[in-house]
């Protein structure tokens, strides 16, 4: 097989966005420099061969509305953040981990199988809106709704901490 070169030149550019959107959203990349530079050169392997920034530490189909969930930043990265303090490839991790107070270990993979994934596709096809897969939380200072299990620990648009938010739907 052969090697996909990255240009060194377009790994700085992408971390240096992902490094700005990180902080302006309230997240935090790996200060590993270097293990954070490869899985930046992985998005733009996966960006160049699918046409999107797939997490590099999971299989992409090749078909972006089958891995929209994976699309770094992956629908798990906050979930992951909040139990185990990075997200599955470790590109984002929590204050804790860049403090030292808590060590990066492998995680759980949360994304469903195929088949659990296409099964809810087919349920939310029929279910009606009382039925969300996910609470809606809303940010009580500006407003931006998101849906999952627990509200983010900042908010993306305001910066509001997770206690600002309350359970929507």
Not at 14 to 21: V, Y
Not at 57 to 69: F, H, I, P, T, V
Not at 92 to 100: L, R
Request: net charge negative.
């Amino acid at each position: 097989m052969a090697e996909h070169r990255v240009d060194p030149g377009a790994v700085d550019k992408l971390f240096k966005k992902l490094n700005a959107d990180a902080e302006s959203g309230g997240y935090l990349l790996n200060p590993d420099t270097q293990m954070t530079k490869d899985l930046v050169e992985g998005l733009i392997v996966n960006r160049d061969r699918y046409g999107y920034e797939a997490c590099p530490c999971r299989l992409a189909s090749g078909n972006k509305e089958e891995d929209l969930d994976i699309i770094c930043p992956c629908d798990y990265r906050d979930p992951d953040l909040l139990d185990y303090g990075t997200c599955y490839c470790g590109l984002y991790v929590s204050q804790e981990v860049v403090d030292g107070k808590k060590e990066i270990r492998p995680i759980p993979e949360r994304r469903p199988s195929k088949e659990e994934r296409d099964m809810k596709k087919e349920q939310k096809k029929t279910e009606p809106l009382a039925s969300l897969s996910h609470p809606v939380w809303r940010c009580n200072v500006c407003g931006y709704l998101c849906a999952r299990d627990n509200p983010p620990e900042v908010c993306p648009v305001c910066k509001a901490k997770k206690e600002r938010f309350t359970r929507f739907l």
